[in-house]
């Protein structure tokens, strides 16, 4: 009889007990997870500023190179259409810009490029839908 209760009491201490592996395998999941929290902050406070500055960052990349355009014939050799090549100036709007930017980014390009106002004029208004 006594034996039998020595059974049941190491019985218990054996499902109460939590094994040495499992004790193990949690602490490299919590070291695991610290690691990655600590990564987490360094990132955002000591790092963040940089990251800020990168996506704050504009991008003006001028390329200067021809448009390469093509002369156009008829079938007896005689020149249809003698393209000659333009430059064009292209503006992306980036996402948190307002009109008033816009505006203000547009103004100052028309005082670079030179287009008469007859040109301008001439511009249906799907096409200056289209451009704005």
């Known amino acids: 009889m006594r034996q039998k209760k020595e059974q049941k009491k190491q019985s218990k201490k054996k499902k109460t007990h939590i094994p040495f592996r499992l004790n193990v395998l949690f602490f490299i999941v919590f070291l695991l997870f610290s690691a990655i929290i600590i990564q987490l902050g360094k990132v955002q406070i000591i790092d ?12 003006d990349v001028t390329v200067s190179t021809p448009v390469p355009r093509g002369k156009m014939f008829d079938r007896q050799g005689q020149v249809i259409v003698n393209n000659k090549p333009l ?15 816009v505006l203000q980014v547009a103004r100052q390009l028309a005082q670079l490029i030179e287009m008469s106002q007859e040109d301008i004029d001439k511009l249906t208004e799907t096409d200056k839908k289209d451009f704005w």
């Open 48 to 59: 963040g500023e940089t990251y800020r500055n990168e996506v704050n960052k504009k991008e």
């Open 87 to 101: 430059r064009t100036v292209t503006y992306t709007k980036m996402k948190g810009v307002d009109s008033k930017e």
